[in-house]
């Protein structure tokens, strides 16, 4: 199978590798034996010198520099009156307190909007990412999507996916496939930090973003 551009990119940040299939090759066959000829007795080794057994000096490596996370700060969502009419994709990250996410968590979800093409920077991005607090998640939050008409909504987690699709249903079961609020196509996946804590979900996470980008490039219908 084979992946375009963006794709590999995804894969790429969330740390996925793809090895490439190589074709098998046939082996030369092997040269016929040379008749036995006598050989000349070979000579024995000499002994190797006690100095050139000592260990050579090896000039230290320099430690590698560790690098700060990068840190994404949510956005507010745009009022009445501030110019914002309607966005392409509207990203809803769980939190608890409405804090950005930072840390290592902060810099895979920010590899991954970039890798999918996503523009939440600027004074009027494409795409918004928010991460309101528990209790707005479903009548302030409802308020906003049914005003800014996102053609896509992304939720990361399971608190913002049960809220917008008013189910109980664990995460496992939601994500997978694309629902419908409220005429516009929602794909729930899994959160940033969740994945850092279990690597083995990054495959279906990623699957969950190609399906999100099908939908916002409008090959899937809810």
């Not at 917008?164 to 996946?189: A, K, N």
Request: charged residues 20%; hydrophobic residues 40%.
């Amino acid at each position: 199978m084979s992946w375009d551009a963006r794709q590999m990119a995804m894969l790429a940040a969330m740390g996925l590798r793809v090895w490439p299939r190589q074709p098998l090759q046939a082996q030369p066959p092997s040269p016929p034996p040379d008749e036995a000829q006598p050989q000349a007795a070979a000579e024995p080794p000499r002994p190797i010198p006690r100095q050139a057994l000592a260990r050579p000096s090896l000039p230290e490596a320099a430690a590698p520099q560790p690098q700060a996370p990068q840190e994404l700060a949510a956005q507010r969502l745009p009022v009445l009156g501030e110019g914002v009419s309607q966005i392409r994709c509207l990203v809803v990250l769980d939190s608890e307190d409405g804090q950005p996410l930072d840390g290592e968590a902060g810099l895979l979800l920010a590899n991954l909007l970039r890798a999918m093409g996503l523009d939440t920077t600027g004074d009027t991005p494409q795409d918004l990412l928010c991460s309101p607090p528990r209790a707005r998640l479903q009548a302030e939050l409802a308020q906003q999507i049914e005003r800014l008409r996102p053609r896509l909504i992304l939720t990361l987690g399971p608190l913002s996916s049960q809220a917008l699709l008013q189910s109980s249903e664990p995460l496992g079961r939601l994500r997978g496939r694309v629902h419908d609020y409220r005429g516009i196509p929602l794909v729930p996946s899994y959160h940033p930090a969740y994945l850092l804590r279990q690597q083995a979900d990054k495959p279906r996470a990623w699957a969950d973003l190609c399906l999100a980008l099908a939908a916002l490039d409008g090959k899937l219908t809810t």
